[in-house]
């Protein structure tokens, strides 16, 4: 359970960092751009504590897929990014593959 959390911990310093570069405006803004570094560093970091037990696939998989719905989130609120139809139907798709990986499949380490 403890690597599901650094999982977490990841995805969630990786949406900081991602949101931050948008706001460093090509690393000219030093706060965020001191953000993104560290964000990453941590992501990655937290990553590399995941993949002791939760194979690589699937971590990755989580990872990408929960950061993608966040950052779209994030950007919907913060930076007034809208979806249309189509983009919230691609989410949605992006979702439900990794609650399959998760619940249904036994490739993952539950």
Do not use: R
Not at 18 to 33: H, V
């Amino acid at each position: 359970m403890k690597n599901w959390l650094f999982l977490f911990i990841a995805i969630i310093a990786e949406v900081i960092a991602t949101s931050a570069l948008k706001s460093s405006e090509g690393f000219t803004k030093p706060i965020a751009s001191i953000v993104v570094v560290l964000g990453y560093m941590i992501a990655f970091y937290c990553l590399s504590l995941t993949l002791k037990t939760i194979p690589v696939g699937i971590a990755y998989a989580v990872w990408s897929g929960v950061g993608i719905v966040l950052i779209t989130t994030v950007a919907w609120f913060v930076f007034d990014q809208k979806l249309d139809v189509w983009g919230i139907v691609g989410i949605a798709l992006i979702m439900s593959g990794v609650l399959i990986l998760n619940l249904l499949s036994k490739t993952g380490s539950h």
